[in-house]
């Protein structure tokens, strides 16, 4: 009987230990490193940008390579050397100051459904706010300028595999397409595997500089009155 208790206190432990360690969220680090004593750390970014959200079937932005896609689109107002982006799913009982969230979330904020986040930072050829609009991002060229599966520095899910994502992309300045420049940016998620996406999120962009004007929207009806 003994024995009994001891292996149900122990399961209880674990499946705590990995409930709890999926609504932690450390600092968001960038490239830059710095020695402390006998660690080295990242350097956290200046600027957090944060979203709250709720993937489900059927409101997917595009089918790409058997894949289905949705988008969170990005407007940065100045020319930024680094940005980051990390996406972790489910958000859990994380708390997060004034981050916007959609209808989507609201609704299902208690969900407790989550996706192995696969992520990917786009930059198109709009460079004028007073340019966007549905009919020009569907007919923009989009470069994609990084993409990231899973990352061990983001907390676990709660199945305890390590498949939340994070991104760091330095400016190319030698070439124009993958600099980091004035423009309407968009951040791909999906899956790594072909399949359906469901569960909330929460993501980050993130810059080593102060980006006075950074708005981030699921649609561009939402990015447009942000603006």
Same mark, same amino acid.
């Given at each position: 009987?003994?024995?009994?208790?001891?292996?149900?206190?122990?399961?209880? !432990?674990? #499946?705590?230990?990995?409930?709890?360690?999926?609504? =932690?969220?450390?600092?968001?680090? @960038?490239?830059?490193?710095? =020695?402390?004593?006998?660690?080295?750390?990242?350097?956290?970014?200046?600027?957090?940008? /944060?979203?709250?959200?709720? !993937?489900?079937?059927? *409101?997917?932005?595009?089918?790409?390579?058997?894949?289905?896609?949705?988008?969170? &689109?990005?407007?940065?107002?100045?020319?930024?050397?680094?940005?980051?982006? %990390?996406?972790?799913? +489910? #958000?859990?009982?994380? =708390?997060?100051?004034?981050? +916007?969230?959609?209808?989507? &979330?609201?609704?299902?904020?208690?969900?407790?459904?989550?996706?192995?986040?696969?992520?990917?930072?786009? %930059?198109?050829?709009?460079? @004028?706010?007073?340019?966007?609009?549905?009919?020009?991002?569907? $007919?923009? *060229?989009?470069?994609?300028?990084?993409?990231?599966?899973? @990352?061990?520095?983001?907390?676990?899910?709660?199945?305890?595999?390590?498949?939340? /994502?994070?991104? %760091?992309?330095?400016?190319?300045?030698?070439?124009?397409?993958? !600099?980091?420049?004035?423009?309407?940016? %968009?951040?791909?998620?999906?899956?790594?595997?072909?399949?359906?996406?469901?569960?909330?999120?929460? $993501?980050?962009?993130?810059?080593?500089? =102060?980006?006075?004007?950074?708005?981030?929207?699921?649609?561009?009806?939402?990015?447009?009155?942000?603006?």
């Amino acid at each position: 009987m003994k024995t009994k208790i001891l292996v149900l206190l122990s399961i209880f !432990a674990l #499946v705590f230990s990995v409930d709890s360690q999926a609504q =932690k969220l450390k600092k968001f680090g @960038s490239s830059v490193e710095k =020695k402390i004593g006998p660690k080295t750390i990242k350097v956290p970014y200046t600027d957090v940008v /944060s979203y709250l959200g709720y !993937a489900a079937p059927g *409101n997917e932005d595009e089918v790409k390579d058997g894949k289905k896609f949705y988008y969170i &689109y990005l407007w940065v107002p100045a020319v930024a050397p680094e940005l980051g982006v %990390r996406m972790m799913s +489910p #958000v859990g009982k994380l =708390k997060i100051k004034g981050a +916007p969230m959609s209808k989507a &979330y609201e609704e299902n904020a208690s969900s407790e459904e989550f996706f192995d986040t696969y992520i990917t930072l786009e %930059r198109s050829d709009i460079i @004028s706010k007073d340019k966007i609009s549905d009919e020009a991002v569907k $007919a923009a *060229n989009w470069t994609t300028l990084e993409r990231n599966d899973d @990352s061990s520095e983001m907390p676990k899910q709660p199945s305890g595999s390590s498949y939340n /994502s994070l991104l %760091r992309y330095k400016s190319q300045t030698g070439d124009p397409l993958k !600099a980091l420049t004035v423009g309407l940016y %968009r951040i791909g998620f999906t899956t790594f595997k072909t399949g359906e996406v469901k569960g909330t999120f929460l $993501a980050q962009v993130a810059a080593p500089i =102060k980006l006075p004007g950074v708005v981030m929207a699921k649609t561009i009806e939402d990015l447009k009155k942000g603006l």
